[in-house]
């Protein structure tokens, strides 16, 4: 039979229709199957001007509130982000630009995966911040902690005069300070990250994150103390327990403009879901080395056997349960789709275009016999409105199916 003019562009919206259907049912399985293997080009995250994680521009200072918690949470994932831009109180230290857009970035990783992620600006007393933290969350199963700011490695030790052991050299005076890696606060005070990793590690979790993304260089500051509060040791348990992420190496200053961070966010959304901890380090370093950044990170992670082998960041999980996961989320779409009969919506679609056709046989074998301009004018009209019925049929039929 031959169609009318006005039939064929509905004849063939509507295959199109088929074919598009086809194609999204074929896509939502692949998507899902290649999620892990998704590698798609990761726009530049954010423009920082090059410099050694630092700036002289100075920012708006922001007043944080420190205040001890008043409860205990229970949540299985606690996540504590310490940002510190501004240090317009310390004459040595520059502010840094890109502070706040390493923790944009942090929060939405660590939120991904479901962690109850609290956020402190410009802190001036990092070690309160961080035991109000701890005790806030001491039945946290995971724990994680990023410092985005200044960091120094204190070559200055600090003794109490009055704290001395007298033997045949004469007197052996007490350090107040160690040397090591310490992170700066808003006002020029130090906390070493033995304090840190102490801490966090107090309360037994099963596991510890930190990432540190701040200088390990070291420099004069005449405030430049670190006082270490633990002289106890940290049990082999507990260490096995605690992976530490350096953002740069021993005595290195950390880029402001290409930051750990940022590097680490372009790493996590090119795996498409988590990245293997012990893997890390790896993949940014051989980024930054690809686009010919001289800075290379670190980790400090006891191994004993695979107690890390197969720990999947910053989700908490081993690689198996992600995989599983990812295979019920297969077979769920798998359903959901087999439920979709392609061919009874085909059908459904034939017996519309074919009760069209019907009707505007009928509209033009009427129009013919209609000799009136103005009720040929309205019939015509009648018809070019058909085609959009059949789209907004096809439209409402394909939504009810997905």
């Known amino acids: 039979m031959t169609l009318p003019v006005n039939i064929k562009p509905i004849k063939n919206a509507i295959a199109n229709s088929y074919r598009k259907t086809k194609t999204k049912c074929q896509n939502r399985i692949m998507k899902i199957k290649n999620r892990m293997k998704s590698s798609s080009d990761v726009e530049p995250l954010f423009s920082r001007n090059d410099s050694g994680r630092g700036s002289k521009n100075k920012t708006n200072k922001v007043d944080e509130s420190n205040a001890a918690p008043t409860s205990t949470l ?91 052991i007298m033997n045949k050299l004469g007197k052996t005076f007490a350090a107040i300070s160690p040397a090591g890696d310490s992170m700066v606060g808003s006002h020029g005070d130090l906390y070493a990250v033995h304090d840190l990793t102490y801490e966090l590690m107090e309360n037994k979790p099963d596991k510890v994150v930190v990432t540190l993304d701040c200088c390990r260089n070291s420099r004069g500051c005449n ?13 082999a348990s507990r260490q096995q327990n605690l992976a530490v992420i350096y953002g740069t190496s021993d005595l290195h200053t950390a880029s402001d403009s290409n930051s750990f961070t940022q590097e680490l966010y372009k790493i996590y959304k090119k795996e498409g879901l988590a990245i293997a901890i012990l893997d890390i380090v790896g993949k940014i370093n051989q980024s930054w080395k690809d686009c010919g950044i001289k800075q290379i990170c670190k980790d400090d992670i006891v191994k004993v056997g695979e107690n890390w082998e197969s720990y999947m960041w910053p989700s908490a999980k081993n690689m198996e349960d992600i995989k599983d996961g990812l295979d019920d989320i297969v077979d769920t779409e798998d359903e959901e789709i087999s439920d979709f009969d392609m061919k009874e919506f085909v059908l459904q679609m034939n ?8 009707e505007n046989k009928f509209l033009k074998s009427k129009l013919e016999m209609n000799v009136n301009n103005q009720p040929k004018k309205r019939k015509f009209t009648e018809i070019s409105k058909v085609p959009a019925k059949v789209r907004k049929i096809s439209f409402r039929i394909a939504q009810t199916a997905f």
């Open 74 to 164: 229970n949540v299985l994932r606690a996540a504590l982000i310490i940002l510190i831009p501004d240090y317009s109180e310390c004459e040595d230290l520059s502010d840094l630009n890109g502070v706040n857009a390493d923790g944009d970035k942090m929060e939405e990783m660590l939120t991904a995966h479901d962690f109850t992620v609290e956020i402190k600006r410009n802190v001036v007393d990092i070690e309160q911040v961080v035991k109000d933290f701890c005790k806030k969350y001491r039945k946290a199963e995971t724990l994680h902690l990023h410092f985005s700011g200044h960091g120094v490695d204190n070559a200055t030790v600090e003794i109490d005069p009055n704290r001395y």
């Open 223 to 235: 405030k430049e103390f670190v006082r270490l509060k633990h002289k106890r040791k940290m049990s």
């Open 351 to 358: 017996d519309r275009v074919l009760k069209l056709e019907a």
